[in-house]
C-alpha cells in the first residue's frame, strides 16, 4: 500500500470530473480559484459577510477578527452574541420547517430507523438543558459525555450548548483509565452515559465503566443515565440519576444563555507526539460557521438532502459534520449506531437505500474493510441516489478510492477526499463537488479563506511552488480561520509550543504534504510520533506509558507501520526488567494493559520482546530504524553510523522475521 500511496503522488492516475454535481454552490475551478484568492486576501471581508449571513445573532458583532497566529491570541466575531442550539434548531422550526426531518437513527439492527423532526430534537434538547439547570448545572461548567451512538448523544451536546455549558465528549470505545483521566483534567462535575452501548449485535458495559472511572473523582455531582439496552445497571444513590423518568417532568422550552462569539463550545481530547491527551477547546461563533459553511459548499447540501456520515459523536468528525455542520444548515442527519460489517458487508448500502441517502461520509479504513468482501454488497443495493461521497482521517490510498468511485459511486459521484484534524475545526482541504478535478489519493486544493504554505521541516523556509514541478515539505497554514483551536485546557503553553511556536506565524498541521506540478496536495502522514490506526489518533508516548505501567516491563517503544486495512498498525518493542521471561501469557498481558489504559482500538498488532533498543550514542532512540524493521524493510534503514550498538538491529530483524 505504501507504493501505491507513493506512487500517486504528483502524477494523476486517474482524473475525473464529478458529472453529479450540475448547479453545484461552486461551479467550476476557475470560480474556485477566484473565490479563493478573494478569501484570502481578505479573510475578514469573506468570514465578515457570510457569519451575517449563514448565522442567527442575538448582537452583532464589532470586529471580524483580532490577534495573529504568532500571539497565540485570536478571536473572531469580538462582541458578538449567539447561541449554537439556536442556530442548529430553533431557526427552522421558526422558519416554518419543525416538521422536516433533523436527525434519522439507524439503529444497530436493521430495519427499526427512528427518525425524529427538528420540533421533536427542539423539545428534547430543552428537556435535557432543563434537567441540567434543575440540578445546578451552569454556564462555563465542563461536562462530560460517555454516550453510545444514540440521538440522546446528539440531544445532550446541544443541551450543553443550549445553556453555555462546554461538552467533553469521550468516545466511547476509550477504557475506564482513559475516561478517568479526561474527566480529571476538565474536571468536569457532570457525566451523561448510557446503561449499555449495543454495537454489531455486542454490547458495551458503558454505565460499569464510568463507574470504574470515576470511583476516584469524588468532584462529581451527578452521573446522568440513559437507558439503551435496559440491561440492569448499579446506580449510586445520590449520584446516578435516569434520565427518563427526569425529562417526564420537564416542560419542552429553554431559553438559549446568550454566549459570547468566543466562549468556549467544547473541548475535545486529542492525542499528541507527547504526554497526555490534549483538551482542545473550539469556540462557539467560529466553530459554527466553519462547521456550517464547509458542510453546505463540500457535501453541497440541498433542500431534501438526506445527509450521512457514519462516524461517531466521539470524535471531531462527528462533531462537525454529524452534529453541528448538518443542523446548522436545517439538513437531514442519519446517525448510525452499528458497523460497517453487521450483520454483512452491505450494511452501508442497505443505509443508502432504505433513506435515499444522497451524501455518503466514511474512512478509508472502512473501505479497505468493504473491499475485501468484492462489489457484490454494493450491487445488491440501488445506490441511485448518492451524489457525493467522502472520506475522511487518514490519506486514501488510490485502489481504495477507485474501489469507491467505481462500485459505490457508479463512476457518477464526486469522491471528496477531505483534510482536516480535531485542531481545525472543520475539513480545511478538499476539492468542491463539480468544480474540482479529482486525483485518486489527493485531498486537492485549500478551501476558502484557508493559505496553505508547505515549509520545509528543517530550516523552516517556504517550498514555493513552481508550476509543472512537484515539492514536498510539512503542511502550514498561514493565515488564521475561525475553527481553529483556540487553546488546549489549562495548558496554553502547550498549545502555543505544539501548533505556533514550531514555524513562528504559522498553525503547523504536523501532517507532512507533496504538492504535484499542478499544485495539487497529497497529505503524506504525520511526521511526529503520533499514530493513524484505522483513522484513530494514538500518541506513541500513550501506549509506551500505558507499557510501562506495568510490573514486567522495563522500556517501550512504540512505532506504525503500513498496515492493508487499518492504514497503520500498531509495533510495541518491549524490554522486559529482569526476572521476566516472554511467554504468550505475558504478551497477552501486556496487550490487555494497553486495552485497559486506553481502550481496544488501541490494541497493538505486533509485541517485540527484546533485549535491547537501538540508541545512537548519545541515547538518542532511533525510532526510524525500529519502523523499517518492523516493515520489513530493513534493507533500507538508512544511516547507521550514530547506533550505539548496531548488533541490536540484526537481532531485532531476526525477531521481527519469527513474528510476521
Ligand atoms: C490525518 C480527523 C490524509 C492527518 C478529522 C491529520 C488525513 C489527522 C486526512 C487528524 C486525509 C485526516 N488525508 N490524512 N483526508 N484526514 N488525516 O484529529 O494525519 O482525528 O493530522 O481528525 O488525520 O486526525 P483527527
Known sequence: MAEEKGSAVGEVVHEVRSHSSKGAHVASLEKYKKLHEDSVRDP?????????????WMHDFDKVKIGSLKNGDLAWFVGGKLNVSENCLDRWVEEGRGDDVAIIWEKDEPGQAVKYTYLEVLHKVCQIANVMRKFGVKKGDPVTLYMPMIPEAAFVMLACARIGAPHSVVFAGFSAEALRARVDDVHSKWIFTADEGLRGGRTIPLKKTVDDAISSCDFVNKCFVFKRTGA????????????????????????????????????????????????????TAGYILYAQTTCKIIFDLRPGDVYACVADVGWITGHSYIVYGPLANGTTTLMFESTPLYPDAGRYWDVVETHSVTQFYTAPTAIRALMRHGPEPTEKYDLS????????????????????FKHVGK??????????????????????????????????????????????PQSGKVVPFVEGEESSGVLCVKSAWPSMT????????????????????????????TRDKDGFFFVTGRVDDVLNVSGHRIGSAEIESALVAHDAVAESACVGFPHEVKGEGIACYVILKLGNEETDDLIKDLRNQIRSVIGPFASPDYIVITPALPKTRSGKLMRRVLRKIIALEADQLGDTSTLADPSVVDSLIEKVATLR
Not at 390 to 400: C, F, M, Y
Open 486 to 513: 483556540r487553546t488546549v485546557f489549562n495548558n496554553h503553553e502547550r498549545y502555543m509550543n505544539t501548533y505556533l511556536k514550531p514555524y513562528p506565524g504559522y498553525y503547523f498541521t504536523g501532517d507532512g504534504v
Open 44 to 56: 475578514s471581508g469573506y468570514w465578515g459577510r457570510l457569519a451575517r449571513r449563514e448565522l442567527k
Open 385 to 404: 441516489t448518492l451524489r457525493i461521497l467522502g472520506t475522511v482521517g487518514e490519506p486514501i490510498n488510490p485502489a481504495a478510492w477507485t474501489w469507491y
Open 232 to 283: 440492569d445497571v448499579s446506580m449510586t444513590e445520590g449520584r446516578d440519576l435516569w434520565m427518563e423518568p427526569e425529562l417526564e417532568g420537564q416542560r419542552p422550552y429553554c431559553p438559549p444563555e446568550v454566549m459570547d462569539a468566543e466562549d468556549p463550545l467544547f473541548y475535545l481530547y486529542t492525542s499528541g507526539s507527547t504526554g497526555k491527551p490534549k483538551g482542545l477547546m473550539h469556540s
Open 411 to 456: 463512476e457518477r459521484c464526486a469522491i471528496i477526499d477531505t483534510y482536516w484534524q480535531t485542531e481545525t475545526g472543520g475539513i480545511i482541504v478538499t476539492p468542491l463537488p463539480g468544480a474540482t478535478p479529482l486525483k485518486p489519493g489527493s485531498a486537492t486544493l485549500p478551501f476558502f479563506g484557508i493559505d496553505l504554505e508547505v515549509l520545509d
